[in-house]
Nanobody, 121 residues
Framework: QVQLVESGGGSVQAGGSLRLSCAAF????????MAWFRQAPGKEREGVAY???????TYADSVKGPFTVSRDNAKNTLYLQMNSLKPEDTAMYYC???????????????WGQGTQVTVSS
């Protein structure tokens, strides 16, 4: 059983920064893939950034450059540094983990409860 707890969301103005954290508890291993997804009102949940057990990262085109995903395996914690935020980045952000990275959202078995990010213009 794995539990994921996100934190760090909030309200910022456009151009600002936020750092999200996701603490993992339970049977999670450093080899697992971890990722950040987001879901805006009326839209489907989408993958934002992925990091596999070897530290390889993948980003959605919309966040390449301003966003950086990282993980601290010793602390079982996933991070998302978000810079140059835009109003279109407003969404509920979720962390997730799975045995392997996949763009198929159905392959992600464990999810956090989400943390809200709101960017005002």
């Amino acid at each position: 059983q794995v539990q994921l707890v996100e934190s760090g969301g909030g309200s910022v103005q456009a151009g600002g920064s936020l750092r999200l954290s996701c603490a993992a508890f339970g049977d999670i291993y450093s080899t697992y893939c971890m990722a950040w997804f987001r879901q805006a009102p009326g839209k489907e949940r989408e993958g934002v950034a992925y990091i596999d057990g070897d530290g390889k990262t993948t980003y959605a085109d919309s966040v390449k450059g301003p966003f950086t995903v990282s993980r601290d395996n010793a602390k079982n914690t996933l991070y998302l540094q978000m810079n140059s935020l835009k109003p279109e980045d407003t969404a509920m952000y979720y962390c997730a983990t799975a045995y392997t990275c996949s763009s198929n959202i159905m392959r992600w078995g464990y999810w956090g409860q989400g943390t809200q990010v709101t960017v005002s213009s």
